[in-house]
């Protein structure tokens, strides 16, 4: 009988997690944050980059999640 060895995880795969729910917080934050806007404004605050960073980073960790998953 010949036994299977588990196939392991690639680190990229573990990566595509974090950035998934980081992001995640992030963009639920900025969606917080353009509902209820706070009385300290930044120079760029307009732009909203907590929705832009957000949104990147959940897309590059499904992409991460995607590629590296288990066959």
Do not use: C
Request: net charge positive; no cysteine; aromatic share 16%.
């Amino acid at each position: 009988m010949t036994e299977e060895t588990p196939k392991m995880y690639s680190i990229w795969y573990f990566v595509g997690w974090i950035l998934l729910i980081m992001g995640g917080i992030i963009l639920i934050s900025g969606i917080y944050y353009l509902i209820y806007p706070t009385r300290s404004s930044t120079v760029l605050q307009e732009l909203h980059p907590d929705l832009w960073w957000g949104a990147i980073m959940v897309i590059s960790g499904g992409l991460f999640l995607l590629k590296n998953r288990k066959p």
